[in-house]
């Protein structure tokens, strides 16, 4: 896994090669994106393309009009002026119709690539691996499905309506403009090269700027969204004039890259004018002096100053497009980025089907490292029989979460084999992995929705009964009836309408619902008093009865009900036994226990 892959494109200082990569992953995506609309995608470029015919053939009609259809009008001959009249009104009604049909097959286009992607990113950060989502925020998550998505959806909105058309429009005109009069396009001709030099040199400049400019904003929402998802932490340390100057940094570096764009605009745009205004002044003199020379008619020196006007006014829509398009493919950059990401946790190619667990579970030569200069578990074997409830306790950082989440797996070993019942769970079926083994962490998330709804989780076609059974057996029924609409009760996002330990009670009855082989408490009655641990323990010496638990706890008194007891120091096994024993010895568990002891006296 490239974690830090990811995390290093909110750089812009790519070497050669590193961009060479990132435009080929951009462009595999956007082919990919727009393959399922080939079909949309090519009626819509026929329709621009004669559609943008219609638009050009008047000038020309115009010209035809003055200098064949007046002087035929003169001599009674009304043919050839109703003809132009006729012609130019028929081509701005087709051009009309098919710029209206050519909008909304483009905004067809548009949303279906927007669904498709939105859905991706959705659907793929939902199967990356934990080690993915504990590096890349919850803050650049989000941008990728709002800042990034929205300048995908202008480019596809607008900006390609500016740069097909626009370039079909210019490149007809100047086409339409040869034919009618060479020395015109000749003209014409002159301006293209310090038409391209200005170009050039917007678009040297403006790219880092336009790179710049998403990633100020992109660290503004993540800013913004770490600071009101940690707003108690906020409050609770004060440190609300800290996040305002930092925000205040990130705001005016945000506005700082926004105004150099605007300089850049602001000499790119006038020279534009200026070009064009020089190119239609030098058409203008040239052809006045042919018209008085006999050498060139009225009609075409006016259809000739048209086009070289029109062939400019795309340009200013264009540099629009230019700047929305730099926008866009950093936001795809960053995007394809997290596409590409592939999870460190991969599920089987031929997964082995487990459809009743008994919970035995097995470690068997284990390595762990998170990254190589950071070792947790060295050589590590563990066999804990179906049905038996274990406790793992030890200080900080010894690794027993390491071990729950490689039980979960949330991360595969770095060696060595971890098995339930006798299945290496990189080969167990996804479904069944999930089925078989349960975790409740810390962190009791509760999702937006009503109680009994966040209950169901674990067993999504659950009765109200087995709810309610659910939750009195960890104690949760009594609170939750006394909630506004009982198990009706709206909890809000992350359970705005609970206490933490009310939360936690929640997500036991969810646990014990899924009715897992293998139930992991990693520290989960943290949260709770002393009476509402007591009556979890109640319930869990029921629920835990007949299948294998795993539990993490400081809280030494919820040790008391586990069979076994496993010691670990900097990611080994330093003593094991029941509880009784090790508490009647001399060993690491029986002072700690002599210490928690002596602090509830």
């Not at 293998?518 to 007591?534: C, G």
Request: hydrophobic share 45%; proline share 4%; glycine share 8%.
């Amino acid at each position: 896994m490239t974690v830090t892959g990811v995390a290093g494109e909110e750089r812009h200082d790519f070497t050669k090669a590193e961009s060479k990569q990132i435009r080929q992953r951009s462009l595999r995506l956007l082919r990919s994106l727009l393959h399922p609309v080939r079909g949309t995608l090519w009626l819509t470029m026929a329709v621009v393309l004669v559609s943008t015919l219609a638009q050009v053939a008047g000038p020309a009609l115009i010209a035809y009009g003055i200098d064949r259809g007046l002087p035929a009008l003169v001599e009674g001959e009304w043919m050839p002026v109703a003809f132009a009249g006729f012609a130019y009104l028929f081509t701005g009604v087709v051009g009309a119709f098919l710029i209206a049909w050519y909008i909304r097959l483009a905004a067809r286009i548009s949303q279906a690539v927007l669904i498709d992607l939105r859905t991706r990113i959705f659907l793929h950060t939902q199967k990356l691996s934990l080690e993915f989502h504990e590096s890349y925020t919850s803050g650049r998550i989000i941008s990728r499905q709002t800042s990034d998505l929205d300048a995908i959806r202008e480019l596809l909105d607008e900006g390609v309506n500016a740069l097909v058309r626009g370039t079909l429009y210019m490149g007809f005109t100047g086409i339409a403009l040869v034919l009618l009069d060479p020395v015109s396009g000749l003209v014409l001709a002159g301006s293209i090269l310090p038409l391209a030099l200005l170009t050039r040199w917007f678009q040297q400049r403006s790219q880092r700027l336009f790179r710049r400019s998403r990633t100020a904003s992109a660290n503004l929402i993540v800013q913004f969204v770490e600071t009101m998802t940690g707003i108690r932490a906020v409050q609770a340390f004060r440190t609300e004039r800290r996040n305002r100057k930092e925000f205040g940094r990130l705001v005016e570096d945000y506005r700082d890259v926004n105004a150099r764009v605007i300089q850049l605009f602001g000499i790119y745009d006038p020279g534009l004018i200026l070009i064009g205004n020089v190119t239609v002044a030098v058409v203008l003199l040239v052809g006045g002096l042919r018209v008085i020379d006999g050498q060139l008619e009225i009609g075409v020196l006016l259809a000739a100053l048209l086009y070289t006007r029109r062939f400019f006014d795309p340009l200013e829509d264009m540099a629009m497009f230019y700047n929305g398009y730099q926008s866009a493919a950093s936001a795809l950059e960053k995007i394809s980025g997290v596409l590409e990401e592939d999870p460190s946790v991969p599920d089987p190619r031929d997964p082995v089907d487990l459809w009743k667990a008994d919970g035995r579970v097995r470690f068997e030569g284990v390595e762990f490292a998170y990254t190589p200069e950071r070792m947790v578990l060295p050589r590590f074997d563990l066999d804990i029989p179906a049905g038996q409830t274990i406790a793992l306790v030890g200080s900080t950082g010894a690794g027993k979460s390491t071990l729950a989440k490689l039980i979960a797996r949330f991360y595969d070993p770095s060696d060595g084999v971890v098995e339930l019942d006798g299945v290496d769970l990189r080969r167990l079926h996804p479904k069944d992995l999930r089925r078989a083994i349960v975790m409740v962490t810390q962190e009791a998330y509760l999702f937006s929705g009503s109680v009994a709804d966040n209950i169901r989780l674990g067993k999504p076609d659950a009765t109200p009964e087995e709810i309610i059974a659910a939750a009195k057996a960890v104690g949760a029924h009594e609170f939750i009836e006394g909630l506004p609409s009982g198990y009706d009760t709206d909890v809000n996002k992350r359970g705005g309408r609970v206490s933490a330990g009310q939360r936690q009670l929640i997500s036991f009855a969810r646990a014990f619902l899924a009715d897992p082989a293998v139930l992991i408490l990693d520290e989960a009655t943290s949260s709770l008093d002393i009476p509402s641990e007591r009556a979890v323990q109640e319930g869990l010496q029921t629920l835990l009865a007949d299948r294998t638990a795993v539990i993490i706890a400081h809280r030494l008194s919820t040790v008391a009900i586990a069979d076994r007891v496993l010691v670990m120091e900097h990611g080994r096994i330093v003593e094991d036994g029941a509880p009784a024993e090790l508490i009647g010895g001399s060993g690491r568990f029986a002072k700690l226990h002599a210490a928690w002891r002596d602090s509830l006296v």
